[in-house]
């Protein structure tokens, strides 16, 4: 059984940080590409970033330049560093542990619980 937990939301306000992490149990966590969701009240789900096995990234337009992503293998472990952060960043947080296929990332039934990020004054 895949268990992902999220940590580090929190509320912000516009222009400050946060630093989320997804734990990864119960597989190989090298084995899997891995992406970060957002999902606003009335929003779709969207995409963020996602990084590959052997660390290829991609992010949406939205959060380029401002959010960076990583893993580590040794520590089962993903980030999302969100600098710059906007009131129209505020969504909860999801992580995924999916596949690579062709250049995409295709996300699994694997996902977190989920951690609220408010961007707030």
């Known amino acids: 059984q895949v268990q992902l937990v999220e940590s580090g939301g929190g509320l912000v306000q516009p222009g400050g940080s946060l630093k989320l992490s997804c734990r990864v149990s119960?597989?190989?966590?090298?084995?899997?590409?891995m992406g970060w969701y957002r999902q606003a009240p009335g929003k779709q789900r969207e995409l963020v970033a996602d990084i590959f096995r052997r660390g290829a990234i991609h992010y949406a337009d939205s959060v380029k330049d401002r959010f960076t992503i990583s893993r580590d293998n040794a520590k089962n472990t993903m980030y999302l560093q969100m600098n710059s952060l906007k009131p129209e960043d505020t969504a909860v947080y999801y992580c995924?542990?999916?596949?690579?296929?062709?250049?995409?990332?295709?996300?699994?039934?694997?996902w977190g619980q989920g951690t609220q990020v408010t961007v707030s004054s």
């Open positions: 995924n542990a999916g596949q690579e296929v062709s250049g995409n990332f295709y996300p699994s039934n694997y």
């Open positions: 119960g597989s190989i966590f090298s084995a899997h590409a």
